[in-house]
């Protein structure tokens, strides 16, 4: 029997959870780098897994932020 959920699917193939949709824009290349960041906060708080959404978001984010500081340049100072 087919589920009508679409994400069922997903949680079916070995993951333990399904992609969230936000990360769906991502190419593979950003996708990695956000979750070496990741790992690198996991490490750093002291391999607390139940903190790993907040690790992703703050991943997502300065991987963000790092992209953008790279197509604008270096900022003016002062």
């Known amino acids: 029997m087919k589920s009508k959920n679409p994400d069922a699917q997903h949680m ?3 993951n333990l959870s399904p992609e969230p949709e936000s990360m769906q824009k991502y190419s593979d ?27 992703w978001l703050e991943a997502e984010e300065l991987v963000r932020k790092e992209m953008t500081d790279r197509r604008t340049g270096p900022t003016r100072q002062g």
């Open 12 to 14: 079916g193939e070995g």
């Open 29 to 55: 290349e950003v996708r990695e780098r956000i979750a070496k960041k990741a790992y690198e906060l996991y490490e750093q708080r002291g391999r607390q897994a139940e903190r790993h959404v907040e690790d």
